[in-house]
């Protein structure tokens, strides 16, 4: 947009450094009150209108209090909410577990914070993936480049998935095709800078952008994924316990600020 600032100009007197203007003092340029109103007006505009045009809204996913607007699907792990944050805990013999968005998002930027609280679990968060309505099939070529078959229950959870992920391990903010294809789609353990960006112990800001078929990944500031591919341009934002088989011990993770921005 460009504006026109009619009825504001500096006299000659005022740029030769006489100051004889009431508009401008010494060195400085002093706009009157009322010249000042109408520019701080017109700077929210352009500002208002920036954000409406561009759908920079951030909206936030989960109120801190209640888990309104999310459902389980796929396992049985808890999910419950504690000072300000979602926790997920893991329960024996559950497949993998997803609190999962009633709503679906196609282009945007996602952002939320989550920990570990124990070193032995891995986890992950959803991003443009399906809820199976039945039992479906999926044929790919596998990493071999042999076709292979995934053949999935009702209600499994699928798609594109954020790796969440230990120090040790070095896979944090990876794209894994989850149920799907069955493999990561960009690994970041070969990355010296990405592969570190995790921390153990304590809150990792991630940041998902998806815009047509660019996807990536941040975890702390730091550039993780970086992916080009069209098989789901929309979707749920699942929160995922994984499966800990038999082990009756219970592992935690958490997150907290979860906000999107939607840019479609």
């Not at 069955?182 to 990355?191: A, E, I, L, S, T």
Request: glycine content about 10%.
């Amino acid at each position: 947009m460009i504006y026109s600032m009619k009825g504001i100009h500096q006299p000659a007197d005022a740029a030769a450094g006489t100051a004889k203007s009431p508009l401008y003092g010494k060195g400085r340029c002093m706009l009157s009150a009322g010249v000042r109103g109408r520019m701080i007006w017109i700077a929210a505009f352009v500002i208002f209108c920036a954000t409406v045009c561009t759908g920079a809204q951030k909206v936030r996913l989960f109120d801190g209090k209640t888990l309104k607007g999310w459902s389980v699907h796929s396992g049985f792990a808890k999910y419950h909410v504690e000072d300000g944050c979602i926790v997920g805990t893991t329960v024996p013999k559950s497949p993998n577990s997803f609190l999962c968005t009633k709503k679906e998002f196609g282009d945007f930027i996602l952002e939320f914070e989550v920990k570990l609280d124990n070193p032995e679990l891995n986890s992950g968060v959803q991003f443009r993936s399906q809820i199976a309505p039945m039992e479906m099939a999926f044929l790919f070529r596998g990493e071999d480049g042999k076709p292979r078959e995934t053949v999935i229950p009702k209600d499994r959870v699928y798609g594109y998935q954020a790796e969440i992920a230990t120090e040790k391990i070095g896979s944090s903010g990876g794209i894994y095709d989850e149920a799907r294809r069955g493999f990561m789609m960009v690994d970041v353990k070969g990355d010296p800078k990405a592969s570190k960006a995790f921390k153990d112990g304590q809150w990792n800001k991630y940041r998902i952008e998806c815009k047509g078929g660019s996807m990536k990944t941040f975890i702390n500031d730091v550039p993780c994924a970086n992916l080009r591919d069209s098989l789901t341009a929309r979707g749920v934002i699942g929160l995922q316990v994984h499966a800990v088989g038999d082990t009756a011990t219970s592992y935690t993770v958490r997150w907290r600020n979860i906000q999107i921005q939607v840019l479609d």
